[in-house]
T-cell receptor
């Protein structure tokens, strides 16, 4: 089954404790992206990757890191989480070039930083 | 930079009735794509319908249709014969045809369907 998976689905942590949210897709997509969803703000892009070893900032990259060492995986790293990073996070993937290509979303990760 | 605005944070409709969700966007580009996504309580993002800016004909998917007004930069979603399963958060999204795969989302509209 074609899908994007994220782990964990729920995470409660404390300020400053490094964490990683994993994202994996099995559709051989070149493009992958991370979004955060906050009430009243919709989804905003954090980082994206056009291919292996190619990453770039989205609209809200501060406090986040990403890496793309393999085509299928695109982890999101919070090295020193803060309460303002409490949010719902989505990973997405698609073929490159935008346009008609549908982005496939993961199930979301609910992160709470105390 | 492109922006997408959904001015209705919440909407409600009676089952079997029709409802229209509004979306406006701002862009200087002439070629782009517009999408409506549905997010039910499961939080899964589900593509409902999409429209290419260079196509004048409005897209239709079963009970879902759009009213695309390019000059007004408006992209509303009409849901006909509303069903209880249509209750969800709906997001309007924009994608440039020339600058990659990034989606720019609106704030979302929470739709309630009353039995």
């Amino acid at each position: 089954e074609a899908q994007v998976t994220q782990n964990p689905r729920y995470l409660i942590t404390v300020t400053g404790k490094k964490l990683t949210v994993t994202c994996s897709q099995n559709m051989n997509h070149e493009y992958m992206s991370w979004y955060r969803q906050d009430p009243g703000l919709g989804l905003r892009q954090i980082y994206y990757s056009m291919n292996v070893e190619v990453t770039d900032k989205g609209d809200v990259p501060e406090g986040y890191k990403v890496s793309r060492k393999e085509k299928r995986n695109f982890p999101l790293i919070l090295e020193s989480p803060s309460p303002n990073q409490t949010s719902l996070y989505f990973c997405a993937s698609s073929y490159p070039g935008g346009g008609w290509n549908e982005q496939f979303f993961g199930p979301g990760t609910r992160l709470t930083v105390l | 930079a492109q922006t997408v605005t959904q001015s209705q944070p919440e909407m409600s409709v009676q089952e079997a009735e029709t409802v229209t969700l509004s979306c406006t966007y701002d862009t200087s580009e002439s070629d782009y794509y517009l999408f409506w996504y549905k997010q039910p309580p499961s939080r899964q993002m589900i593509l409902v319908i999409r429209q290419e800016a260079y196509k004048q004909q409005n897209a239709t998917e079963n009970r879902f249709s759009v009213n695309f007004q390019k000059a007004a930069k408006s992209f509303s979603l009409k849901i006909s014969d509303s069903q209880l399963g249509d209750a969800a958060m709906y997001f309007c999204a924009y994608r440039s045809a020339t600058s990659g795969s990034r989606l720019t989302f609106g704030e979302g509209t929470q739709l309630t369907v009353n039995p």
